[in-house]
């Protein structure tokens, strides 16, 4: 699949780190470095606007290593690109550690991972098929 892509940072084009990666990482595209005090949020530009095909969603998630080792992840986890999308790509980092974080500008924020989606169209109904299940949920099978 190919995705056209504008990239105003002046940073390297998000890339497959290795060759089994799902997500390609984003950087943050800051003039300057900023800090994030404890349960502190921010909106973190990339630069980076793309233009995806019909039935493709990019799906903007948290970077593993950072969410274990600094405290910092992403609100609103797994954010979604539509297709009909031409904004720039913004992370909402957030900071769940106990100290003050600073996020340096090209930092590797977050990866992004394309998906393919189907559209729906309901079917009014009165009655759906039954199953084992049914309506059983939230530990209805007594698996912790």
């Known amino acids: 699949m190919t995705v056209r892509i504008i990239n105003r940072s002046g940073h390297p ?25 404890p349960l502190e949020r ?9 233009e995806l095909p019909a039935g493709i969603e ?10 274990l080792k600094r405290g910092l992840t992403l609100l609103n986890s797994p954010g979604t690109i ?22 340096e500008p090209g930092e590797r924020i ?11 169209e309901w079917l009014l109904t009165d009655t759906l098929e039954e199953t084992t299940r049914n309506a059983g949920g939230f530990g209805s099978t007594g698996v912790s």
């Open 82 to 103: 539509d297709s009909d999308y031409r904004g720039e790509i913004k992370c909402i980092v957030v900071n769940l550690s106990d100290t003050a974080q600073t996020i």
């Open 110 to 120: 977050a990866q992004m991972v394309f998906t393919r989606y189907e559209t729906v």
């Open 42 to 50: 921010a909106l973190v530009p990339t630069g980076l606007y793309i």
């Open 13 to 37: 084009l998000p890339q497959y780190e290795t060759p089994g990666s799902a997500g390609m990482d984003l950087r943050a595209h800051l003039d300057a470095p900023i800090t994030l005090a």
């Open 58 to 67: 990019a799906q903007i998630r948290p970077r593993s290593g950072l969410a």
